[in-house]
């Protein structure tokens, strides 16, 4: 099987000081790709960048908060700066605040839209010019969630902005496909200190933390370690994935998925409509055809 090379191409990822974003700059850059290490804290950037060229790769830091044009623009004019271009938009940075509908407070709903969906816009926007620009095409990575698919108690803000990442792979995808550029989105599950936060999963994940496998049951339901996120990452980069977009995969332990775009479950007409009335009545034939929410494992 023919190693992924991604020798000459560059790649922003960001929220990469830590964590999941880590994992995939690490990744990219052993591929052979120069990266751009994002990060609001700069010393966890800097601890990436040192990772990455001590161990043969290229990599610099560009510290910012996504969000603005301006920093978006940052991030690109940096790509392009060190490295002479930009290949690959991985927009993996957000915030999390965990607040039922209830209990979300403007400045949180504030902070968790802007990092996520405007940081995911702007970055994407500022690389797709780049990318015309260059006239070689492009990708961008988005990545999304499981809250962003199926919800989760007090993900208001969270799984509001996941979900609105998987609408914009459907719109960039049909947009931008005239510039040869891709676009999908990863839906990925690892241990990270965000999982910790879970009560089931916090004494698993000090003890992968402190060197133990993850369980081979976690593992089989889709739950690994951050490394197991990046191959996706690595592939989606790549010329062997020019094929592929418009899509959403859920990738992490030993699992893999492909999410099915949304579809009508059911359709009935009747000839001039109906009346509140009518509604009324005819329901009990329509609710076998109601969808029953349930989290998946």
């Excluded at 620009?133 to 492009?138: C, F, I, K, R």
């Excluded at 094929?243 to 359709?267: K, M, N």
Aim: net charge negative; charged share 20%; proline share 3%.
């Amino acid at each position: 099987m023919q190693k992924i090379d991604l020798t000459g191409r560059v790649a922003v990822v960001t929220g990469s000081g830590r964590g999941l974003g880590r994992a995939y700059a690490e990744a990219l850059a052993r591929s052979g790709a120069g990266v751009v290490v994002n990060d609001l804290d700069a010393d966890a950037a800097a601890e990436v960048v040192d990772a990455i060229t001590a161990a043969g790769g290229s990599a610099v830091a560009e510290v910012c908060a996504v969000g603005t044009a301006a920093a978006a623009d940052a991030l690109v004019d940096r790509a392009v700066k060190e490295f002479g271009r930009l290949d690959v938009m991985c927009t993996n940075a957000g915030a999390l605040r965990d607040r039922t509908l209830l209990k979300v407070t403007d400045e949180e709903l504030d902070l968790v839209l802007d990092s996520h969906v405007r940081g995911t816009i702007t970055c994407g926007r500022a690389a797709a010019r780049r990318f015309r620009e260059q006239g070689e095409g492009g990708r961008l990575i988005l990545i999304g969630s499981p809250a962003g698919q199926l919800g989760g108690f007090g993900q208001t803000a969270y799984a509001a902005s996941k979900a609105a990442i998987i609408a914009l792979v459907r719109v960039w995808s049909v947009e931008l496909a005239k510039i040869d550029v891709t676009v999908n989105a990863v839906i990925p599950k690892a241990l990270t200190r965000m999982s910790a936060t879970i009560p089931a999963l916090t004494e698993i994940v000090a003890k992968v933390e402190a060197g133990e496998p993850v369980p081979a049951d976690l593992r089989h339901e889709g739950t690994g370690t951050v490394e197991d996120v990046a191959p996706i990452i690595v592939y989606l980069s790549s010329p062997e994935s020019a094929a592929v977009t418009g899509q959403y995969f859920s990738f992490g332990g030993d699992r893999f998925a492909i999410w099915a775009h949304p579809t009508e479950s059911f359709v009935t007409h009747r000839d001039g409509g109906w009346t509140p009335e009518q509604l009324a009545a005819d329901f009990a034939e329509y609710t076998q055809h109601l969808q029953h929410h349930r989290r998946r494992k």
